[in-house]
């Protein structure tokens, strides 16, 4: 079996995030979210590989997860008005939601 670049380069959160986007791209959104989650538990505070699991949660309907990780992005972030306002907005989304 082939060794992925994420593989090879664990130090690299970059690799990670490329090759999640890649597997996104491809269809295969399950496995680009587990191979972002290993890479956040590389580098707990990358922005990039946090936006991905949103963005990859959000649109796989899993708005709790998406929130989750918005909310710990705004915690390394708190002065960042659009991750604010993202977090705002998954908040909103996961209450209509739960109100249908």
Same mark, same amino acid.
Do not use: C
């Given at each position: 079996?082939?060794?992925?670049?994420?593989? *090879? +380069?664990? !130090?690299?959160?970059? &690799?990670? &995030? =490329? &090759?999640? =986007?890649?597997? $996104?791209?491809? +269809?295969? +959104?399950?496995? %680009?979210?587990? =191979?972002?989650? @290993?890479?956040?538990?590389? $580098?707990? !505070?990358?922005?990039?590989?946090?936006?991905?699991?949103?963005?990859? #949660?959000?649109?796989?309907?899993? *708005?709790?997860?998406?929130?989750?990780? %918005?909310? /710990?992005? =705004? /915690?390394?972030?708190? #002065? @960042? /008005? @659009?991750?604010? #306002? *993202?977090?705002?907005?998954?908040?909103?989304?996961?209450?209509?939601?739960?109100?249908?």
């Amino acid at each position: 079996m082939s060794r992925t670049r994420s593989e *090879l +380069g664990p !130090e690299r959160a970059r &690799y990670a &995030y =490329v &090759y999640a =986007v890649a597997l $996104h791209s491809a +269809g295969r +959104g399950e496995e %680009a979210i587990a =191979v972002l989650k @290993d890479g956040l538990a590389r $580098h707990p !505070e990358d922005r990039d590989i946090l936006l991905a699991l949103i963005t990859f #949660n959000r649109d796989a309907g899993e *708005l709790p997860a998406a929130l989750e990780f %918005a909310e /710990r992005l =705004v /915690r390394i972030a708190p #002065n @960042d /008005r @659009d991750v604010a #306002n *993202l977090v705002q907005s998954l908040q909103d989304q996961t209450r209509k939601r739960s109100a249908q």
